[in-house]
């Protein structure tokens, strides 16, 4: 999970976040300002600090309230949706920085409160399976699609004009001012794109196929070494005004440098923005709950911990709600949402069972706050094979799809393409449902009104799909529990019973050696969510479904 504190505050920097562009005819975005360029180098070393901070003192309180071994993190998949499809790069996109926050920090609080009513089990079941899964895979395809472009990646493709994309990986001072196109004879020719493949990826790929631990953060760190030296064709620090600051900064090495320009700076005028702010809020608590619901119960399956009579597990309700709040308080620092990381996969596979796994996550975190320096100096070419290579792992949700009826398959194929080349989570996820409810709606009515003379082909391979009431019941029995005077009303399990208590006692001891638990090892955690949900029928989370944080 290291690698999100350099790839995070990388990628929410290009917002600009606070700084304002006071742009001339010539440069409209600030493209040029040394002034601006250097406002928002402050603002990554901002996040930088924020995003250790939020990250540790949530996987610190997950351990400590919860008792499970989950850390939490900005996720990749919300990040990327929170800096390219709302706010945009310097702040091109259709909801400010600062307003973009102001919905962070709401739907922390909604999704807090669907916590305790316990909607939130029921709004996730709701959701059909073939969506859910779809939407890791089609935040996959996003962040491979970032990972490729210059903005956050290493800048292999670019927009075109006669073709949607082309092929780039020239110079910069051979690209074009207008569009960033490169000319034919200088297409693939920048020495820093070539770093990124060989030293970042293929080293990455490499030692991740061998299950090497800490594979991302070494090819990472590997390529940042290579770019850090100035005067070289690779540098990082460029002699401008940003590079010899960025340079001066980096000089350090150990800094606590504070949170000055992302802290508190919330907007909460909406007017002028009331839809578009709907539609971010909405989105964000979708994903949110879909990719936090679905990691969290495929993490607790890995670990043993789930009761099979209810498919909950002991700690849930605090789970969800460590998640909830850490994401309005990151909110406030000036991070996107935070989420469970199924990277916790790798901690459980080596015999993390408990809170203690977690909180030792968020130790590590907190220490990375004195190596600000360091982490702010993460070229984008180090972390856009990352962003590449997270990609194809959440892309292996693909075939758990069901592509055998095509009321399923449709919608989600819409999902999966919409999100990269429209370059937004929303519009898939909008493309996905909405072509769902037509196809199902309109077969519905034909076999309906023609009093089931007409059949549907294939309709036998049907995924499942129920709005009703999961096992157990939607209202959580905490208040109760509270009422008589219980201080763990927050703990499912009750002494008297076997179920969850006695699910983590044997995990110890079987734990993710069973025939049953090997299965995670190719699974989306979004299959792996709905399936819980929808009765139990899959296996636990893997190493490899998400988003990270996807988030």
């Given at each position: 999970?290291?690698?999100?504190i350099a790839?995070v505050p ?8 606070s700084?304002?562009c006071e742009g001339?005819?010539?440069d409209?975005t600030c493209a040029g300002?040394d002034e601006?360029?250097?406002c928002?180098?402050v603002i990554k070393?901002d996040l930088?600090t ?5 990250s540790?003192?949530t996987s610190i309180c997950?351990g400590l ?6 850390g939490?993190a ?5 990040v990327s949706?929170?800096?390219f499809g ?10 400010p920085y600062?307003?973009?926050?102001t919905a962070?920090f ?6 807090f409160g669907l916590?305790?009513l316990?909607?939130?089990q ?7 399976k073939s969506i859910k899964?779809?939407?890791g895979?089609g935040?996959?395809?996003f962040?491979?699609?970032?990972g490729?472009t ?6 292999l493709i670019v927009g075109?004009?006669d073709t949607?994309l082309?092929l780039?990986g020239?110079?910069?001072s051979?690209?074009?001012e207008l569009?960033?196109?490169?000319p034919d ?8 794109m070539?770093v990124?493949?060989?030293?970042g ?5 490499v030692l991740t196929l061998?299950?090497?631990k800490?594979?991302?953060?070494i090819?990472?760190?590997?390529v940042s070494?290579i ?6 064709a ?7 005004a940003s590079g010899?600051?960025?340079?001066q900064f980096?000089r350090?090495?150990?800094s606590?440098?504070?949170?000055t320009?992302?802290l508190?700076v919330?907007?909460w005028?909406?007017?002028?923005y009331?839809s578009?702010?709907?539609?971010v809020?909405i989105?964000l608590?979708?994903?949110d709950?879909?990719d936090?619901?679905g ?8 670990a043993?911990?789930?009761?099979q ?5 002991e700690?849930?309700?605090a789970?969800?709600t460590?998640?909830?709040i850490g994401i ?11 989420t469970a990381f199924?990277e916790?996969g790798?901690?459980?596979s ?7 796994t977690?909180i ?6 907190l220490?990375s706050?004195?190596?600000?320096p360091?982490?702010a100096s ?7 094979c ?8 959440m892309?292996t949700?693909?075939t ?5 009826y095509?009321g399923?398959?449709i919608?989600?194929f819409?999902?999966?393409v ?8 929303a519009?898939?996820?909008?493309a ?11 077969v519905y009515m034909?076999?309906t009104?023609?009093c089931g ?7 036998e391979?049907?995924d499942?799909?129920t ?6 019941g ?9 009422v008589r005077g219980r201080?763990n009303f927050?703990r499912r399990?009750?002494s008297?019973r ?9 995990a110890?001891r079987e734990?993710p ?5 090997e ?8 299959d ?6 929808q009765?139990?029928g899959g ?9 990270v944080?996807?988030g």
């Amino acid at each position: 999970m290291a690698y999100v504190i350099a790839v995070v505050p990388s990628m929410v920097a290009l917002t600009g976040g606070s700084c304002v562009c006071e742009g001339t005819a010539e440069d409209p975005t600030c493209a040029g300002d040394d002034e601006y360029a250097l406002c928002v180098n402050v603002i990554k070393r901002d996040l930088v600090t924020a995003t250790a901070a939020i990250s540790a003192l949530t996987s610190i309180c997950m351990g400590l309230f919860a008792n499970v071994p989950v850390g939490l993190a900005p996720g990749l998949g919300l990040v990327s949706y929170f800096t390219f499809g709302v706010v945009g790069v310097r702040g091109s996109g259709d909801v400010p920085y600062e307003l973009a926050l102001t919905a962070t920090f709401v739907e922390g609080w909604i999704f807090f409160g669907l916590t305790m009513l316990g909607l939130r089990q029921w709004l996730a079941q709701a959701i059909p399976k073939s969506i859910k899964i779809a939407t890791g895979v089609g935040i996959g395809m996003f962040l491979t699609m970032i990972g490729l472009t210059y903005a956050q990646g290493i800048g292999l493709i670019v927009g075109g004009t006669d073709t949607p994309l082309e092929l780039a990986g020239c110079r910069p001072s051979d690209r074009s001012e207008l569009d960033g196109r490169c000319p034919d004879a200088t297409k693939m020719r920048n020495p820093t794109m070539w770093v990124g493949i060989f030293c970042g990826g293929f080293l990455i790929a490499v030692l991740t196929l061998y299950r090497i631990k800490g594979a991302v953060i070494i090819g990472t760190l590997f390529v940042s070494c290579i770019s850090w030296p100035r005067a070289t064709a690779i540098t990082f620090f460029p002699d401008t005004a940003s590079g010899d600051d960025s340079f001066q900064f980096f000089r350090q090495v150990v800094s606590c440098h504070g949170i000055t320009k992302t802290l508190g700076v919330q907007q909460w005028d909406i007017s002028g923005y009331g839809s578009k702010f709907g539609m971010v809020l909405i989105t964000l608590l979708y994903v949110d709950i879909l990719d936090c619901t679905g990691t969290l119960y495929s993490m607790a399956q890995f670990a043993g911990m789930v009761d099979q009579e209810t498919q909950d597990f002991e700690g849930s309700t605090a789970a969800f709600t460590v998640d909830a709040i850490g994401i309005s308080i990151g909110a406030l620092l000036g991070v996107p949402p935070i989420t469970a990381f199924v990277e916790s996969g790798a901690g459980i596979s080596e015999g993390g069972r408990t809170g203690l796994t977690a909180i030792s996550t968020g130790v590590c975190f907190l220490m990375s706050i004195f190596f600000a320096p360091i982490f702010a100096s993460i070229p984008p070419w180090a972390t856009g094979c990352v962003l590449i290579l997270v990609g194809s792992m959440m892309v292996t949700g693909v075939t758990e799809i069901n592509w055998r009826y095509m009321g399923d398959g449709i919608p989600a194929f819409l999902t999966i393409v919409m999100m990269p080349f429209t370059y937004s989570i929303a519009y898939g996820l909008i493309a996905g449902i909405c072509s769902y409810a037509v196809i199902n709606t309109s077969v519905y009515m034909i076999e309906t009104l023609s009093c089931g003379r007409i059949e549907t082909p294939g309709k036998e391979a049907k995924d499942a799909w129920t709005w009703r009431v999961p096992r157990g019941g939607v209202f959580p029995s905490w208040p109760g529990k509270l009422v008589r005077g219980r201080w763990n009303f927050w703990r499912r399990g009750d002494s008297r019973r076997g179920g969850v208590a006695g699910g983590s006692i044997r995990a110890g001891r079987e734990g993710p050696s069973t025939p049953d638990s090997e299965k995670h090892q190719g699974r989306s955690s979004f299959d792996d969510g709905g399936g819980q949900l929808q009765g139990g029928g899959g296996d636990g989370g893997a190493a490899v479904g998400r988003e990270v944080g996807t988030g």
